[in-house]
């Protein structure tokens, strides 16, 4: 029977260690993988050579399965800076970008970083700066817009006439 083989395995082994990495239960998979292959005789040292897990980190899982199980393979909660806005906000936010600015008494017709922080303090007393307002964007699903920008002096009707669908209720 003829073997089978990776075309490019170094190329795969980074593809497979990256994926690996991603998320907490791909970690969990990778780590119950190796904590198997020592039940299964092979050392410490053959694991993480095969893996490309240091030996101090493989010894590590082991230590950690033997006083905890499974469980102890799994991540820990890490320590972070609490949220600034509530998961209660954000779904209180999110409908209101689901309106328009209007609706809000705000003069502009789309909602942008800058008028979104405005909201924010307005309505849940926090303050964010306009980067964070834009990563909330996308946090809640949404795109950012921009209105086309107007030519001064331009001919308006040249410029309706070029335009590839027409105007809405217009000509």
């Not at 029977?1 to 990776?6: N, Q």
């Not at 991603?22 to 993480?48: W, Y």
């Not at 834009?134 to 410029?159: S, W, Y």
Request: net charge positive; proline share 5%.
């Amino acid at each position: 029977m003829r073997r089978i083989t990776v075309t490019d395995p170094e190329r795969a082994k980074e593809i497979i260690q990256a994926e690996i990495r991603k998320t907490d239960e791909s970690r969990l998979q990778h780590r119950l993988h190796c904590v198997l292959l020592i039940c299964f005789g092979k050392t410490c040292a053959e694991v993480s050579a095969l893996f490309g897990d240091s030996l101090r980190v493989v010894q590590y899982w082991v230590r950690r399965f033997n006083q905890a199980g499974v469980q102890g393979l799994r991540d820990a909660a890490r320590p972070g800076r609490t949220p600034r806005l509530s998961k209660e906000d954000k779904e209180i936010l999110a409908q209101d970008l689901r309106g328009s600015p209007r609706e809000f008494g705000y003069s502009q017709n789309l909602w942008d970083g800058k008028l979104l922080g405005h909201h924010i303090k307005e309505k849940f007393g926090v303050e964010l700066k306009v980067r964070q307002c834009q990563n909330l964007f996308h946090q809640l699903g949404f795109r950012r817009r921009k209105p086309r920008p107007l030519i001064a002096k331009a001919d308006q009707g040249a410029q309706r006439a070029y335009k590839k669908t027409p105007e809405p209720g217009g000509q």
